[in-house]
């Protein structure tokens, strides 16, 4: 499918919405242990230890102690015990992917107009030299 020059020029920055925690919580290294039912204990790359309760939800480490937001311990966590939504997770980033491909169809399209754009640029300057 090819758009005009003056579409592919409505292409606007994309900025997802796969939430950072999401993100790091997937693509950390985290082991995951539980200690008791609900109870895990989530260590960081870095070998922290968060103590992490997922019915509350409570955890241990600085993000949740300060911003009480489910931190990226508590999403493995629920991710490990079977409760969290990688299904839902899943088909945000299909939509993300989604997106950014018609985003990269649009650059293409004002990329290869540009280009073209150029070649004649090029041959008239080339004519009128001569």
């Known amino acids: 499918m090819s758009i005009s020059y003056d579409e592919a020029l409505a292409t606007r920055p994309f900025k ?7 993100r790091r919580a997937v693509g950390e ?6 200690h008791a039912p609900d109870v895990y204990q989530v260590y960081s790359e870095a070998g922290e230890e968060y103590l992490v309760e997922i019915r509350a939800p409570s955890c ?6 300060y911003r009480e937001a489910d931190c990226k311990h508590i999403r493995r966590a629920r991710i490990e015990a079977g409760e969290y939504d990688l299904d839902g997770l899943a088909t ?15 650059l293409a399209a004002q ?16 004519a009128t030299d001569e």
Not at 16 to 22: E, S, V
């Open 16 to 22: 997802h919405r796969i939430d950072k925690r999401d």
């Open 29 to 34: 290294r985290l082991t995951v242990l539980e």
């Open 60 to 65: 241990t480490c600085p993000d949740f102690q």
């Open 92 to 106: 945000g980033i299909d939509d993300a992917l989604d997106t950014l491909d018609e985003r990269l169809a649009n």
């Open 111 to 126: 990329r290869a107009e540009l280009v073209g754009f150029r070649r004649e640029v090029d041959r008239l300057r080339d």
